[in-house]
């Protein structure tokens, strides 16, 4: 255990490039997902917030809902959807990094919509009547909102990202943890343990918990940071 | 009178419900261009409800509320509104209103010197730059009245707007609201502070339960009210002015 431990260490003090590269892959892939969720994400959450249409409450709660969803659901849909006898099967894209990508993109797109959809809800209700006022329409109110609460937002893009980041469900389905291709952080832990090579597992593992603790330390001076400047 | 003018504004036996409560009961009323007209009325009365009603910010349960020209979505307001705590935008204070302008449909280019004019005239030039969220609530309720003088309204509506501010700043409030009433812009102002309302008022609306009960010249409302309710308002509010 403690070997292992040492022997993870040095790995990470070497820059081994083989862990490099699956370090650089993770990111790729779940930075890639979280842009597209946010580009998705911001303006249906914004929509749903401001928006008055039926069904809006069933919407909310089903959104809500796919919060939750379990990744390796995700990856099952994602896969039947790009397998050779799939719908999307002539692309040729499963078992590469795009399938990746577009199963955490579904996996936290709901994440980031049902969030930024309360922050920007609870916003509209401080705006509402000023906006109104000024003569916004809801589109407009939709766009100002997005800017006004983009501290918020912030958080809901970590959340995504750290959910894409820590998932290993979805891209072992659709990625097929193939080595040097589509091998990621998670997947290689998964592997490497169950082969009972525990110093790649372990490296990699002090690497994912350390990404993840330098994103949110990050993303919670940024917020403080524009609170204090912003009010 | 202006081409176009949206005064004189006519209720016609306007009532609102919400939650089973009536909060508005049959009001009719005509509201014309000129005399700053005061709100009054005990907290619960309506004056605030009645605003949003006249202003468009609700809609009536029953009754009409009439504009003499009818404004368009998507048109620029010809009337403002200033409520009791202001609502700002994360920007700053000159980008609030230029903000506004926006949504008018002022040109940007022009916008910038509007903007700079319109924070001159509440004299808050100097913060310009400052992010609006963090000026002072005076600051802020200047802020504003700078952001609704920028768009030139020929009504105003200004719910309470001193209700949460120190005397110096309410002072300075009142000095605008009085620079709009002498630019041409018709005040309507709700507030249960009868000094305030002496100060800056023509003609006085005065509320009890939803109901209009009174209405009067200034002088006339607090040296002989009419009913019984306005009397006993301002004997007991008096001692607090």
């Not at chain 1, 070997?3 to 890639?32: H, Q, Y």
């Not at chain 1, 002539?90 to 399938?99: E, N, R, V, Y």
């Not at chain 1, 893009?157 to 072992?172: I, K, N, Q, S, T």
């Amino acid at each position: 255990m403690v070997e292992a431990l040492a022997t993870a260490l040095s790995l990470l003090a070497d820059l081994d490039p083989k862990l490099v590269e699956i370090v650089l892959l993770s990111l790729r892939v779940s930075l890639s997902a979280v842009g597209i969720a946010a580009l998705l994400g911001f303006p249906l959450g914004a929509a749903i917030a401001v928006g008055r249409f039926p069904g809006r409450k069933t919407l909310i709660v089903f959104l809500n809902a796919l919060m939750g969803l379990p990744p390796v659901v995700v990856g099952l849909l994602v896969y039947l959807l790009l397998s050779r006898a799939g719908p999307l099967g002539s692309a040729g894209i499963l078992f590469t990094p795009s399938a990746m990508v577009i199963a955490q993109t579904l996996l936290i797109l709901p994440i980031i919509a049902a969030l930024s959809r309360q922050a920007i809800e609870d916003a509209w209700h401080e705006y509402e009547e000023q906006l109104r006022s000024l003569g916004a329409g809801r589109a407009d109110a939709a766009l100002t909102l997005l800017w006004d609460t983009r501290f918020s937002l912030l958080t809901t893009v970590l959340a995504g990202f750290g959910r894409a980041a820590a998932e290993v469900g979805a891209v072992m389905i659709v990625g097929g943890n193939i080595d040097g291709v589509t091998r990621v952080m998670t997947t290689t832990i998964a592997l490497e343990t169950s082969k009972g090579d525990l110093p790649l597992a372990l490296g990699l593992g002090i690497i994912l918990i350390a990404i993840v603790i330098a994103v949110n330390a990050a993303a919670y001076m940024t917020k403080e940071l524009a609170q204090r400047r912003y009010g | 009178m202006k081409n176009g003018a949206i005064l004189p504004l006519r209720l016609d036996e306007v009532s609102f419900a919400a939650g089973g409560r009536t909060i508005i009961e049959g009001i009719s009323l005509e509201i014309a261009a000129g005399p700053s007209t005061i709100i009054l009325g005990a907290n619960g009365a309506g004056k605030s409800v009645l605003m949003r009603l006249m202003h468009g910010l609700l809609a009536p349960t029953s009754g009409r509320v009439e504009w003499h020209a009818r404004e368009y979505p998507g048109a620029p307001r010809k009337q403002a509104m200033v409520f009791q705590r202001p609502v700002l935008l994360r920007r700053s204070a000159q980008a609030n209103v230029a903000y506004a302008l926006k949504l008018a449909g002022v040109s940007e280019p022009q916008r910038g010197a509007q903007a700079r004019e319109a924070l001159e005239s509440v004299g808050l030039a100097h913060l310009a730059r400052r992010p609006a969220r963090v000026l002072s609530g005076g600051e802020q309720q200047r802020l504003a009245l700078a952001r609704a003088w920028a768009l030139h309204p020929e009504v105003l509506f200004l719910d309470e707007p001193t209700a949460s501010l120190d005397p110096s700043a309410t002072r300075e409030i009142e000095s605008v609201i009085r620079a709009f009433d002498a630019a041409g812009t018709k005040i309507v102002m709700a507030t249960h502070n009868l000094g305030q309302a002496r100060r800056l008022g023509d003609e006085i609306l005065f509320l009890d339960r939803g109901r209009l009960v009174e209405r009067a010249p200034v002088e006339q409302f607090f040296a002989k009210p009419q009913s019984a309710q306005a009397a006993a308002f301002i004997k007991g509010e008096l001692p607090w002015t």
